[in-house]
């Protein structure tokens, strides 16, 4: 017969055990929601910033509103590599460009290596690895111009003077992007109209004609600045300008199409699942015990 | 029955969402996919040994010894719910279901039922940080014993880090190449093995010799794979050859770790028919 003192102290304990797990205060952290800046959360709508002349500060353009969406929140999943139809773009408007191109860039390189870490059991990358991410896809603000907002969740940058004609700034990238759809309607004459991450096209002149042009959003951008959105990908941190392990046979990326040895493709050699392993021993295990009539 | 299931519910209810991560984990990795397989030998050893259980069952053993382990368990889950510690939170399940075995069924009892415990304890995932730090030394030594096998059997062949360059591919050995899951499931492969043996210089033995021979069979099925894609061709790597081939190397890994057994065996018949509670 079972103790019943002991059944009633063993329930009490783990009552006990359960109302302190309760009282533990679990904060789900969730960086691909939250402005690293301010830590507010995204509320998923557009936020449209207007700055008053005074917040503007310098140039006194045409009603110049900065639109940043922060619907656009990130999504691993979701990050696309730049394809070599926006990395050749060079004909192309910027804002076209910007409206074609991906937004960001992928640190893991091409979607084949992508692949590979999904392959290890990685989806994407990780939660420390997107605020990482996100860090280097903020645009660093602009003085005073930022703290105008009434959200404390809105950047706002000023726009550079049509009149003086010096290099435009690196438009505000805070989150990656812009939907043209949610902003083409959100105020007219808006440089975030235009389809590009606040690219201030209306006060500097054609900055939508060719790359190369001054008033282009990535001119003077050095292709390694982390603090500023590229349309083409750096090289790959993680791995040697000469190695695609997703590249076909013959791309130069390729070990074994280039001036590797191997003249194939990379082929990886995975094990089969634990499950299939252990079923298999077990099952050995207990053929030998049944063969002895052990079992 | 009823305090029984009292006590079941009181461990439900504080190990629900712990339990469930489990439970996911298991369904959708790879990596741990074995604990399912271990929690069916445990229930099936559960079932087996329930006549045995009923006979060892003592309920005015002293509880000190199943107390402590009890709490113990519990503060090791409110450690890891401070923490938030994943594996700590799991582990406590299986020591706090010990102790409150021990603490209401006596020693004697939960002695009989050690080794499903033991199953349950093994078919835990293991934490990420040990994950991370094992498996590229793992992906290098596999490498280094795919080209050494490969250069023995005279196919010319050059390492570079984890590739394999053969003169009619590149092998990758890549994470899932690295051995790991082979040595988690030899080990507990081991671990089975064990628990026949008397001696715990044996057991223990048993359940370390998983590791070395995991290693080497590994580094040998890559120089087959190898060896098929020089001999056969490229796709011997790809889909569903690696699988067989991996598949068969466990094989001969399971094969080798009975014949291991039995060497140590100082007795012809192993000692299938442990009694726990006669030890």
């Known amino acids: 017969m079972i103790h019943r003192s002991r059944v009633v102290f063993t329930v009490g304990a783990l009552a006990v055990a359960s109302a302190a797990a309760a009282t533990i205060p679990w904060q789900t952290w969730k960086p691909v929601t939250a402005c690293l800046l301010c830590g507010a959360q995204d509320s998923g709508e557009a936020v449209v910033v207007t700055p008053t002349d005074a917040e503007r500060g310098i140039g006194s353009g045409s009603g110049n509103s900065y639109t940043r969406s922060s619907a656009s929140t990130y999504k691993p999943d979701a990050v ?19 409206a074609a191109a991906p937004r960001g860039w992928q640190p893991w390189g091409s979607s084949s290596e992508a692949s590979r870490f999904a392959s290890a059991g990685f989806s994407g990358p990780s939660a420390p690895q997107g605020g990482l991410w996100r860090l280097m896809s903020l645009h660093p603000h602009h003085g005073s111009g930022t703290a105008a907002s009434a959200t404390g969740h809105t950047v706002v940058t000023h726009a550079p003077s049509p009149a003086v004609n010096r290099p435009v700034k690196n438009p505000p990238a805070p989150h990656n992007s812009t939907p ?4 083409s309607g959100s105020s007219s004459g808006s440089p975030a109209a235009s389809g590009t991450t606040g690219t201030p096209t209306a006060s500097s002149g054609d900055s939508g004609s060719a790359s190369g ?9 050095p292709p390694t600045d982390p603090f500023h959105e590229h349309q083409t990908p750096p090289p790959d941190p993680f791995h040697g300008p000469g190695f695609d392990p997703g590249a076909p046979a013959g791309h130069p990326g390729s070990i074994g199409g280039g001036g590797g040895l191997g003249g194939g493709k990379v082929s990886a050699a995975p094990e089969p699942g634990s499950m299939l392993l252990l079923s298999t021993g077990v099952l050995g295990i207990f053929g030998i015990l049944r063969k002895r009539r052990l079992i | 029955m009823i305090p029984t299931l009292l006590v079941a519910l009181s461990l439900a ?4 969402a712990t339990l469930q991560g489990l439970l996911t984990e298991w369904v959708s990795s790879a990596d741990a996919s074995y604990g399912i397989v271990l929690v069916a030998v445990a229930f099936v050893v559960v079932w087996r040994r329930r006549e045995l259980f009923s006979r060892a069952y003592d309920p005015h053993d002293n509880p000190i010894p199943g107390l402590v382990v009890l709490l113990a368990g519990l503060g090791l889950f409110l450690i890891g719910q401070l923490a938030a510690d994943v594996f700590l939170t799991r582990i406590s399940f299986v020591v706090a279901a010990s102790g409150a075995l021990w603490f209401l069924a006596g020693a004697r009892a939960t002695r009989t039922v050690a080794s499903p415990l033991f199953f349950l304890l093994m078919a835990i995932p293991l934490p990420a940080l040990v994950i991370n730090a094992v498996t590229l030394p793992l992906q290098l030594v596999a490498s280094r014993i795919g080209e050494a096998t490969l250069m023995a059997t005279g196919i010319s062949v050059f390492r570079d880090g984890n590739l394999l360059e053969l003169p009619s591919t590149t092998l990758e050995i890549a994470d899932a190449c690295s051995g790991l899951r082979s040595i988690v499931s030899l080990t507990a492969i081991g671990g089975l093995l064990a628990w026949s043996e008397r001696s715990w210089p044996r057991r223990l033995a048993l359940v370390a010799a998983g590791v070395p021979i995991a290693i080497v069979i590994n580094g040998l099925r890559i120089m087959v794979t190898g060896l098929a894609c020089e001999l056969w061709s490229p796709r011997a790597a790809a889909d569903p050859w690696h699988t067989i081939s991996g598949w068969l190397t466990f094989v001969v890994s399971v094969m080798l770790l009975i014949q291991l057994q039995r060497a140590l065996s100082t007795s012809k018949r192993a000692t299938w028919d442990f009694d726990p509670v006669r030890a």
């Open chain 1, 80 to 98: 696309s590599t730049p394809t070599a139809d926006s990395n050749g773009a060079s004909g192309r408007s910027s804002s076209s460009r910007a």
């Open chain 1, 213 to 221: 042009d001054t008033g282009s959003p990535m001119a003077g951008v």
């Open chain 1, 180 to 183: 043209p759809s949610s902003n």
């Open chain 2, 13 to 16: 209810w504080l190990y629900g």
